[in-house]
């Protein structure tokens, strides 16, 4: 019994029957570019996220970057983040000509607050807390500093919709809370895919027009804007699948929930949430001291697994011209060389589930 880290294709069985119409619908409409799917999908996100717009786009990366743009993050200013994120956190910031200013992380792999405040200059511009994992960051205190410097949040919310902080949902904190919608997220597209969320009516058309060339109308573009349009098909598709995003997350919760009770936390590191944090567990990450010969150890015996992720940023060839070096970020690093993703997807079987567990216990008693 192989047991993959993801398996994409294990809804198609259970969606065919009703999805198949609503593509069908699209294609018999033509209406493949913008249209009522679009003002539909926004609709639905912003009311999901319990905010007061949603602007849809092509992919999570030119959410933030044009999210940046409407904060008026421009060249030589300064966006405070993690390291530890995935890339597009970073070059969106990099794409507006901005730098990023990295800031090491917590425990529970989200950013330091602490540590913002100290890396704040005259030339800070916004700051852009990723939840990671489907866990918000403690977001009171960032907002605190946000407040207390007048420098706004833009949240990278990628991988956490759906997911809260004292009640609050992931995407509403912020001046601007942005989202992917890849294939391999909560809510996923069958393609590239996001949006953002804003409360702040000029941001929600600006962005509308940035998306479309930043065309007025059809003929008139006051300013240059992007092509970084959500396809009408893929809004379709996140339509159909925003209905079962409560049933997915609850399933993710459950398989978490068995985890976290049957796994050896004398030798494993496991996620916690307190009882401010809806955690939606977009990834389930363990810490292990021996993690790459563990996730050889579950190779063999079928069980795939994923690093998330293994090479920070401030350590990637393409950052070196931000001159930060090994050492920089020590917590960032350390659990670079320890974390381990291990499978956490809605469509896992019970069985799948005992043998993970199994193994990884098995491993824990041989080598503690």
Known sequence: MKIPYVDLSASWPDEKKKLLPVINKVFNKGDFVGGEEIDNFEKNVAKYCRTRYAVAFNSGTDALTIGLKLLGVKKNDEVITPPNSFISSTTSIWHVGAKPVFVDVLNDQNI???????AITKKTKAIMPVHLTGKVCNMDEIVYISKKYNIPIIEDAAQSIG???????SGSFGEIGCFSTHPLKNLNACGDGGFLTTNNKSYYIKAKKMRNHGLENR???KNFGYISRMDTIQAAILNFRIKNLHRIITSRRKNAKLYLQKLNRDFF????????Q??????????CKFRDKLRKYLNKKGIGTAIHYPIPIHLQPAAKFLGYKKGSFPITEKQAKSILTI???QYLKKKELDKIIYFLNKFAKENL
């Open 112 to 118: 330091n607050p602490k540590l913002i405040e100290k």
């Open 163 to 169: 997911s809260k902080f004292k009640r609050k949902m």
């Open 219 to 221: 003929n008139q573009v």
């Open 269 to 276: 590191e496991l996620p916690y949430e307190n009882k401010n």
């Open 278 to 287: 809806l955690n939606t567990y977009h990834t389930f990450v363990i810490k």
């Open 343 to 345: 499978p956490i997807h």
